[in-house]
């Protein structure tokens, strides 16, 4: 499978400290709920622009990998039940996971990452919340759904691209970048930096 982070790697030791702003974790996650509120069961199996998975496999990623880094430092959360109402189990998910943010001792709770010293607050937001714009989008688009991201979104989601520098297309991140055809948007470019073709 390609075109998405693999959640057997390190991603989140790949993050480097950046200066663009970054949106806050309750944004992120409200703005990922409002899409799969908008989707209609049946489409929770349609492909997604990740390779090989569903939307709900999208949405799946997303809560393992979130659950994953937090149970490794000893902050586990509530299992949710993907299988019966992705939007339910995900709006379950998000208050838990901001829940646990809150927390300055989870917040601040600092590790050895790849670029040196950081938080878990600061990995959560950083590459989780990468994670968050970008799987919205795939999820949107399985579903026919036109996802537009904000600006503030797009400048954080390129600063977070160029922080990964050669990581970003490593065997198993993401799918080689593709050309942006000519005049795109800034929208496009990203999705094909990200190796993303937006659907006509």
Known sequence: MTGFINPSLPHHAYV??????TPDLPH????LGAVCDRLPASAWEQPSPCEGWTARDVLRHVVDTERDFL???????????????????????????TRALADPAVAGLEYDGHFGRTTVGDTVLRFYGFDLVVHRWDIATA????ERLTDAELAFAEACAAGF?????????????VT????ADRQTRLLALLGRTPPH
């Open 165 to 177: 520098g050669e990581a970003l297309h490593a065997e198993g991140i993401c799918r080689p970048g």
């Open 28 to 31: 992120l996650t409200t703005a």
């Open 180 to 183: 942006a055809p000519a005049g």
């Open 143 to 146: 579903a026919g759904l036109d």
């Open 71 to 97: 149970d490794q430092r000893g902050v586990p959360l509530p299992a949710v039940d993907l299988d019966a109402d992705p939007a339910v189990a995900w709006r379950t998910h998000a208050a838990a996971l």
């Open 16 to 21: 480097r400290r950046m200066d663009t702003p």
